[in-house]
C-alpha cells in the first residue's frame, strides 16, 4: 500500500509553530504509527548545509545508536533544498502520545504515589545523565516535553534542538521556559548542563504538588519567587557582570522546601534542594542524583501499604 | 488561526484548555483541518479529558484516515490508552471497524502487547 509515495509521512496536524520552524504530527505509512516532524529552515552557500547543523544533527544521530529507552527514537533526518540560499532539515522522532504535563492532570486525587513518582524521576535522570555525559544538554526541560507511554515509560523530547536551532538566532535567553529556567539563565550568566538539573528539580515539586513550583511572570519576578523558597543568595554567590543586581530582591531565608511540597519524604526534600541549588556548580549532576540515598531505601517502603507513616524510627540504619 | 485549526492543534498538542476554550467558542467538532483529519483523529490520544471533551461536543467516532482507514479506536488501543478505549467505546466508537490491512482494534492492541487494552476490546 502507500505505493508511489515516496515520502513516507503524512502530516496529519500542526502541534506547534515557533520562529525556527513548524512541528507536525504525521502518520509513518509503513508502521501505522504516529511520528513527530520538526523542521528548521537553514541558510546554504555554495557549500551547502553550514558545518554546525551538519555536526548537531550527526550527534543527534550518533546518540541514536544507543538506543536509550529514556530518550524518544530519532528515526530520520531529511532535508529539502527550498531556494538556493535556504533548506528544509526535518527530524523524524517516534511520537508519543502523553506527555507528563497530561499525566501529572489525569492522576487521580491526591495524585502520584510516592513510589511512581520515584520511577519517575529515576527514569527521567536516566535519560538526562545519559544526555549530559555525550555533551548534549536540553535546555528546555518541561512536564510538556516529557513523554509518558501508556506503561508508564519516560522519554525525553526536544533535547539537543536548541543549539540546532539557535544557529540561525541570535543566542536569545529564549532557551527554557520561564517557569523552569534557572537563576543563572534568568541572570543571562551561564548555560550549561545544570541548567538541566534546576528543571528537573522543579518538574519533581510539580510531580508532587500538581501545579508548577515557580510561576514567575518576567524575569526578575520569576527570581523573585524563587528567593522566596531557597532564601536570597550571598553577595559572594552572586554571580559577576550580570545586569540584574542583587540590590532588587528583599533579603530572604530559606524556607524548608516542605512548606511548598509537604508530602516529600526526607531523602526527596534533600535531593530536591540539591537540584534546587543557585551556584550551578555545586549543584547535583544527574549521575550523582541517580546514586543518592532517595533512589535506595525504595524496598522499605514498599510493604507499608498506601498510608504511608513514617517509620523513621523503625528504618534500620544500613551500613 | 482559524478556530478550527486551533482547535485541531490543541487536540494533537493535548491542551485541553485550548480545547474547551475553542469548542464553547463555537468550532465545529468535525471539521477537518488543512490535512483532512477531524480534532478526534489528531487528538493526543492519551489525553482522555480531550477525548471526552470532543466527543460530548459530538465528534464523530468511527471517523476513518482517508489513506488508511485506521480509527481513533485503533491509534487508541495501539498506543495503549485504555481509558480513551473506553470513552471511544462509550460514546459508540466500533470496535469492529477494520482498517486498510483488515485489522480491527484488538489486533493492533495485541501486536503492541497492551494486555488490559485486549482483554477489555475481547470482553465487548
Request: negative net charge; charged residues 25%; hydrophobic residues 40%.
Amino acid at each position: 500500500m502507500a505505493q508511489g509515495a515516496s515520502y513516507p509521512y503524512e502530516h496529519v496536524a500542526e502541534i506547534g509553530g515557533g520562529a525556527y520552524g513548524t512541528v507536525y504530527k504525521a502518520r509513518d505509512m509503513e508502521s501505522g504509527k504516529f511520528v513527530a516532524l520538526k523542521s528548521v529552515r537553514v541558510q546554504t552557500d555554495q557549500d551547502g548545509l553550514p558545518i554546525s547543523t551538519v555536526r548537531e544533527v550527526a550527534l543527534l544521530k550518533r546518540l541514536e545508536q544507543f538506543d536509550h529507552p529514556n530518550v524518544v527514537r530519532l528515526m530520520d533526518v531529511c532535508a529539502t533544498q527550498r531556494t538556493d540560499q535556504e533548506t528544509k532539515v526535518t527530524l523524524v522522532f517516534e511520537h508519543v502520545d502523553q506527555d507528563l504535563k497530561i499525566y501529572l492532570e489525569r492522576a487521580p486525587a491526591p495524585g502520584l504515589s510516592p513510589d511512581r513518582i520515584k520511577d519517575l524521576m529515576q527514569q527521567l535522570l536516566c535519560g538526562l545523565a545519559f544526555l549530559h555525559s555525550n555533551r548534549v544538554m536540553h535546555r528546555d526541560l518541561k512536564p510538556e516535553n516529557i513523554l509518558v507511554t501508556s506503561q508508564g515509560q519516560v522519554k525525553l523530547a526536544d533535547f539537543g534542538l536548541a543549539r540546532i536551532y539557535s544557529c540561525h538566532m541570535a543566542l536569545t535567553p529564549v532557551v527554557v521556559t520561564l517557569w523552569y529556567r534557572p537563576p543563572e539563565v534568568l541572570l543571562q550568566s551561564s548555560y550549561a548542563t545544570p541548567v538541566d538539573i534546576w528543571s528537573t528539580g522543579c518538574i519533581f515539586a510539580e510531580m508532587f504538588r500538581r501545579k508548577p513550583l515557580f510561576c514567575g511572570e518576567s524575569e526578575v519576578n520569576q527570581l523573585g519567587k524563587i528567593f522566596e523558597v531557597i532564601g536570597l543568595p550571598s553577595e559572594e554567590d552572586w554571580p559577576n557582570d550580570v545586569t540584574i543586581s542583587r540590590k532588587n530582591f528583599p533579603s530572604l531565608f530559606p524556607r524548608p522546601i516542605t512548606d511548598f511540597v509537604p508530602e516529600i519524604n526526607e531523602q526527596g526534600a534533600e535531593l530536591m534542594l540539591e537540584m534546587l541549588t543557585f551556584d550551578p556548580f555545586r549543584r547535583i549532576s544527574a549521575l550523582n542524583a541517580l546514586e543518592h540515598e532517595y533512589f535506595k531505601e525504595e524496598e522499605t517502603q514498599i510493604p507499608t501499604g498506601n498510608d504511608i507513616e513514617r517509620n523513621d524510627s523503625q528504618t534500620p540504619s544500613v551500613t | 488561526m482559524k478556530l478550527e485549526d486551533f482547535l485541531a492543534s490543541a487536540a494533537a498538542a493535548g491542551r485541553t484548555a485550548g480545547v474547551e476554550r475553542s469548542l464553547r467558542e463555537g468550532a465545529d467538532v468535525n471539521c477537518v483541518n488543512e490535512f483532512g483529519r477531524t480534532p478526534l483523529q489528531v487528538m493526543m490520544m492519551g489525553n482522555t479529558t480531550v477525548a471526552r471533551l470532543l466527543l460530548s461536543y459530538g465528534a464523530r467516532p468511527n471517523v476513518a484516515d482517508q489513506s488508511t482507514r485506521t480509527t481513533p479506536l485503533h491509534d487508541a488501543a495501539r498506543e495503549g490508552f485504555l481509558d480513551t478505549v473506553k470513552v471511544l467505546v462509550e460514546f459508540s466508537a466500533d470496535p469492529r471497524a477494520l482498517d486498510f490491512h483488515n485489522r480491527r482494534p484488538v489486533d493492533l492492541a495485541k501486536e503492541s502487547g497492551h494486555c488490559d487494552v485486549v482483554a477489555f476490546l475481547e470482553a465487548l
